[in-house]
């Protein structure tokens, strides 16, 4: 009995799923019991069109943290491009196609920046990384005014507004880059590539793999991804808010972490990552559900990212005593 329990336990601990999808329960139960209108359809699609924007930046995100970096400068990449694409198309007459690929484009500009940053000055990604948020936050202020950008079109709208086939237009774009990062990462080179830097950056740099390249391509991603969440997000909100995206990183991130990649890099996938960033969402909306106040919110999840990160640890020290035996 003794054996089995021990048994149980380890594979829990292991598991990338297993503590996710037991905080995930717990969430939909505790909130379903304070709200009845937590659990309706309209909540449950309203939450997931939320969680899309999420979703999308963390398909980018995943491949910074299986290599072993960090992004810090996700949310404010989100404010600057959110308002860098509104005052194109609104300001200085881009149309909308040409506003939103120059924004994803820029997005993937300052993915590189930070990847190249990193790579070729030796600076460290938590510092280079909090050194672009202040950057880009303080150009949103100063590109806007600190005024809010009105004035999109409604077809612009639908992209983060619209429906087809009854599921919200952002989760039907969120599953499909979600399969492709899942390809991507398990199916190809460049993939696994990410998993052996992250596990290894001397061991890689020793079979062969550019680890710059491989660190710069991880940021690129990353940037490409937040520029296409940016997009949906301003069509999502329908105007350009310089306070946009503040908090976003920390979703992202938390999501990440809970969904079971590591915070060392190397380990976890898409599908964890995704329940993560799913769990984040329900959290969310169940706070506000019951009128949680702003301040509670932030120490709830830091809580809960807390417990990610000590679960994270677990998980290495096991790994690292099963190694040794």
């Known amino acids: 009995m003794k054996k089995s329990v021990e048994r149980l336990g380890r594979f829990y601990l292991t598991s990338s799923i297993a503590p996710i999808a037991t905080l995930l329960v717990i ?79 820029a997005g993937t500009l300052f993915g590189a920046i930070n990847g190249g940053l990193i790579s070729f000055f030796g600076l460290m990604p938590f510092i280079t990384t909090l050194c672009m948020q202040y950057v880009l936050k303080g150009a949103a202020y100063i590109m806007t005014g600190s005024q809010a950008v009105h004035g999109l079109t409604d077809g612009f709208k639908f992209l983060g507004q619209g429906y087809l086939a009854g599921i919200p237009v952002p989760v039907i774009i969120m599953i499909v880059i979600a399969v492709i990062t899942g390809i991507i990462l398990k199916r190809t080179y460049i993939g696994r590539y990410f998993y052996y830097l992250g596990g290894n950056e001397e061991a890689a740099k020793l079979s062969g793999i550019n680890t710059k390249a491989v660190r710069i391509l991880s940021y690129t991603l990353n940037g490409f991804f937040t520029g296409i969440a940016s997009v949906i997000w301003l069509s999502r909100i329908g105007s350009g808010q310089p306070s946009t995206g503040t908090g976003f990183e920390f979703d992202v991130i938390c999501g990440l972490v809970l969904g079971g990649i590591s915070a060392e890099g190397g380990t976890g996938g898409i599908f964890g990552a995704i329940i993560g960033v799913v769990t984040i969402g329900f959290l969310n909306n169940g706070m506000v559900m019951v009128s949680l106040g702003e301040y509670h919110q932030m120490v709830v999840k830091g809580l809960v990212l807390l417990f990610a990160i000590m679960l994270d640890r677990a998980k290495q020290v096991m790994r690292a005593n099963a190694k040794s035996l």
């Open 27 to 105: 969430i939909l139960v505790f909130f379903s019991c304070m709200s009845p209108y937590f659990m309706t359809v309209s909540n449950v699609l309203n939450i997931f069109r939320q969680v899309s924007m999420i979703g999308i930046a963390a398909c980018g995100c995943i491949t910074v943290m299986l290599s072993g970096g960090i992004d810090l400068s996700i949310g404010s990449m989100v404010t600057f491009l959110n308002c860098f694409c509104a005052m194109m198309m609104v300001k200085w007459g881009v149309g909308v196609v040409p506003a939103c690929l120059i924004t994803v484009a």
